[in-house]
């Protein structure tokens, strides 16, 4: 799906380049861009939940989150 969205993105972005696009493409790209960028994020966030540190003893420890401001 991710392929899908990014390969009309690049369309809708060459179109711009050539012409100015209606207001119907215009929605379209920032829905597009939005779903994509949510859509990597999500896959970011997974691999990091899946992502462990092993320290010098040879212990596994989850990735934390992290920490908000001070």
């Given at each position: 799906?991710?392929?899908?969205?990014?390969?009309?993105?690049?369309?809708?972005?060459?179109l711009?380049?050539?012409?100015?696009l209606?207001?119907?493409?215009?929605?379209?790209?920032?829905?597009?861009?939005?779903?994509?960028?949510?859509?990597?994020?999500?896959?970011?966030?997974?691999?990091?939940?899946?992502?462990?540190?092993?320290?010098?003893?040879?212990?596994?420890?989850?990735?934390?989150?992290?920490?908000?401001?001070?």
């Amino acid at each position: 799906m991710i392929q899908e969205k990014l390969k009309r993105i690049n369309e809708l972005a060459k179109l711009q380049k050539q012409r100015e696009l209606t207001a119907e493409e215009k929605d379209e790209q920032a829905r597009l861009r939005k779903e994509y960028i949510e859509e990597w994020r999500a896959g970011v966030v997974q691999v990091l939940e899946n992502t462990y540190l092993v320290d010098e003893k040879g212990t596994k420890h989850k990735l934390g989150k992290k920490q908000q401001g001070s």
